[in-house]
């Protein structure tokens, strides 16, 4: 079983619309986890960080975990074409153990 | 206030050559980490640097070493090249335990 797993998509989302994606975890003594968006040939770029159950909300973008389910999300409201990405869910221990366990990432593209 | 950057952006060396990755850190970061980023994969990790110390490794070979100098910025050398070592190599960084990690845009070496 992989550490952080996500559906590889690909996602396909008219725009408007919300896009909705998931990441599971398997080592419960991850504390904290990353949303990276990636657009193609470029380098992950930081959108979201979560550390407590429930929701955290920074504009049009939603990350919610539930560590007792060890599921993370991440929603992305009104949609536009700018998003089309491929979207990485990321876990960290924390306290001493520092490296970011990622997924394969899930690709997004916008429908226009 | 500059974001984290590495250098060459492009590298092209044949199997048995070495090579060495540079990263400059954000402004204010003291902790850097190597990722390795194959076509369609998340990034894995390489190591961690802090205080001029590989801090935590990952699963990778002693051919990959690194180094970190006083002013944090920091080296990935690769020895004994492989055809498999062809990816994307990501430098992040941070501040302190448990926090987000910025990525730089990353050096895409070519093994031929």
């Known amino acids: 079983q992989k550490e952080v797993e996500q559906n590889s998509g690909p996602l396909s989302v008219p725009e408007g619309a919300i896009a909705s994606l998931n990441c599971t975890y398997s080592d419960r003594g991850s504390q904290s986890f990353f949303w990276y968006r990636q657009y193609s040939g470029k380098s992950p770029e930081l959108i979201m960080s979560i550390y407590s159950n429930g929701d955290k909300e920074d504009g049009r973008f939603t990350a919610q975990l539930n560590k007792a389910s060890q599921y993370v999300s991440l929603l992305i409201r009104d949609s536009q074409p700018s998003d089309s990405a491929t979207y990485l869910c990321a876990g960290l221990k924390g306290f001493g153990n520092e490296k970011l366990t990622f997924g394969t990432g899930t690709r997004l593209t916008i429908i226009p | 206030d500059a974001g984290v950057t590495q250098s060459p952006t492009h590298l092209i060396k044949t199997r048995g050559q070495q090579v060495t990755l540079r990263c400059s850190p954000k402004s204010g970061h003291d902790t850097v980490s190597w990722y390795q980023q194959a076509l369609g994969q998340g990034p894995q990790f390489i190591f961690q640097?802090?205080?001029?110390?590989?801090?935590q490794r990952g699963n990778f070979p002693d051919r990959f070493s690194g180094h970190q100098f006083p002013n944090y910025s920091s080296e990935l050398n690769v020895n004994a090249l492989l055809l498999g070592d062809s990816a994307l190599y990501l430098c992040?960084?941070?501040?302190?335990?448990?926090?987000?990690?910025?990525f730089g845009d990353g050096t895409r070496l070519s093994i031929l």
């Open positions: 992040a960084s941070s501040d302190g335990s448990n926090q987000p990690q910025h």
């Open positions: 640097y802090y205080e001029e110390e590989e801090r």
